[in-house]
């Protein structure tokens, strides 16, 4: 018998990128210059108040397309699969996204619209929290990667690109 709680989330807004398919999308908002809008729903306006002061912010996200859970999976770095939670696959228990785009406006029109850079999700795709992004507390020395630290240049390697952009995995 599952005693988990049941939680509901409801989106607060709605984040806008020219990516309609997943094949072309960027893999990581922090390789990406894709330019987007968050627009956010009015009854939020009060709580933008002085976001406008941070350079970059963490959107956090619904993947409203994802596939269901896979508990291992093969990500696009690597041949082998790896335990989902030592991966950014987008497909998880709870499909939530995460990423750090960088604030270029704050526009309190109605609805209010955050203009962004570093998009790396799809169009459309349900906003849950918007928080701002503090290097003093958010940026810390990493001297263990995992599995990761192991692909070296990799990261940059066309050919992974190539597999991810054809859907590979997903």
Known sequence: MDHSPVITYRPIGVIHTPFTERAGMPIQAARSEAVGYVEVYPQ?????ADL?????IFLVYHFHRADPPQLSVRPFLDDTSHGLFATRHPHRPNPIGLSV???DRVALDNPPVL???GVDMLDGTPLLDIKPYVPQFDAHEAPHTGWIGAQGDRLANRAWRARFDAGADR
């Open 44 to 48: 939020y306006r009060p709580a933008l």
């Open 52 to 56: 406008d002061g941070f350079s970059h």
């Open 101 to 103: 785009v960088r604030l």
């Open 115 to 117: 203009h962004v850079t």
